[in-house]
């Protein structure tokens, strides 16, 4: 699936460039990127925003592009950094990135205005 491999490459970029000591964690504790981000991809975040949202978010994507849906994956690490800068277990890691549900309405808020 070579959309879903340039979506991943781009949001690891991004991610890298903005988030360098999260994804040097990612790397000490052999988290890969599409452990997370393929749901992410797959859904357009449709399974992590909350019902209520989703017009927002469709509004925005249909609007913006890929540009939004790269946005709120950063913000959503970003929202998680800290806490997942402490965890030290990929299985941990992974399982509070897929739980992310907390902050999108935050972020579909800011990215919106």
């Known amino acids: 699936m070579p959309g879903l491999h340039y979506?991943?490459?781009?949001i690891e970029e991004i991610g890298r460039a903005e988030l360098?000591?999260?994804f040097e964690h990612f790397d000490k504790h052999d988290v890969t990127l599409n452990l997370?981000?393929?749901d992410w991809i797959m859904s357009m975040f449709l399974n992590f925003v909350p019902i209520e949202m989703s017009h927002?978010?469709?509004s925005l994507f249909f609007e913006k592009g890929w540009d939004i849906f790269y946005y709120?994956?950063?913000q959503i690490l970003k929202y998680?950094?800290?806490?997942?800068?402490t965890l030290n277990d990929a299985g941990y890691i992974v399982g509070?990135?897929?739980?992310a549900r907390i902050g999108c309405e935050h972020l579909l808020m800011l990215s919106s205005s």
């Open 80 to 85: 998680y950094n800290d806490k997942l800068l």
């Open 36 to 38: 997370f981000s393929t």
């Open 56 to 58: 927002i978010y469709l």
């Open 96 to 99: 509070q990135i897929k739980q």
């Open 72 to 74: 709120i994956a950063i």
């Open 7 to 10: 979506h991943e490459k781009k």
């Open 20 to 22: 360098p000591a999260l």
